[in-house]
């Protein structure tokens, strides 16, 4: 067990809709990371967040966006979704960049 | 901008083999950082090591061990006696100082044959 919880665990939905994914991160860590695994992608950085503040931006669509509140779970708000978006989402929370990642057991999102 | 390649896309071995996984980075940074991760069937990401710049030792742990040369900037891990549990997707990272993204490699594909 990472100490990173995810959920949901499995999301269907079809192409159009908007989803929230959630993240909890493991207890004292101040970053989260969001990921994006597809099949043709690999593994994308998406954004980083630590201690509520944006810290990088990886290869994030316009139509995704997410935050750090002040518990310092973290959302990923996923809009207009197309097939493409189909994907496995990790979370992972950390601390500096000399610092491991853990890792949640992703979302699974599947676009009808 | 930092890069991570993982040329070999999947490998096959039979039970009990040796087998390395190779890994080559590319940083402008003096300071950076390394990690081994890895993804079995189930799905989840499992950190295994990590090894920043200014520590080139070579680490063992059981049958893993890793070797850092800076020189050719690779990574590599090697898998003694390899078992079917061995079986995954093993991803090369790199993170360069503060608090910056880490990139991935492709990952490797390891399947180990009974």
């Known amino acids: 067990d990472s100490g990173v919880t995810q959920t949901p665990k499995h999301l269907i939905t079809a192409t159009g809709q908007r989803v929230t994914l959630r993240c909890s991160p493991r207890s004292g860590d101040l970053s989260v990371y969001w990921y994006q695994q597809s099949l043709d992608q690999g593994l994308q950085f998406l954004i980083q967040y630590y201690n509520g503040e944006e810290r990088a931006k990886g290869n994030i669509l316009e139509r995704f966006s997410a935050q750090q509140f002040p518990d310092l779970h973290s959302e990923l708000n996923l809009s207009s979704l197309e097939l493409g978006d189909s994907a496995l989402y990790f979370c992972a929370s950390g601390g500096y960049s000399n610092q491991p990642q853990h890792f949640g057991d992703g979302t699974r999102l599947s676009i009808l | ?114």
């Open chain 2, 1 to 114: 901008a930092q890069k991570v390649t993982q040329a070999q896309t999947e490998i096959s071995v039979v039970e009990k083999e040796d087998v390395t996984l190779d890994c080559v980075y590319e940083t402008r940074d003096t300071t950076y950082y390394l990690f081994w991760y890895k993804q079995p069937p189930s799905g989840e990401l499992v950190f295994l090591i990590r090894r920043n710049s200014f520590d080139e030792q070579n680490e063992i742990s059981g049958r893993y061990s890793w070797n850092f040369q800076k020189s050719t900037s690779s990574f590599n891990f090697t898998i003694t006696a390899s078992q079917v549990v061995d079986s995954a997707v093993y991803f090369c990272a790199l993170s360069e100082a503060g608090y910056q993204k880490v990139t991935f490699g492709t990952g490797t594909k390891l399947q180990v044959i009974p």
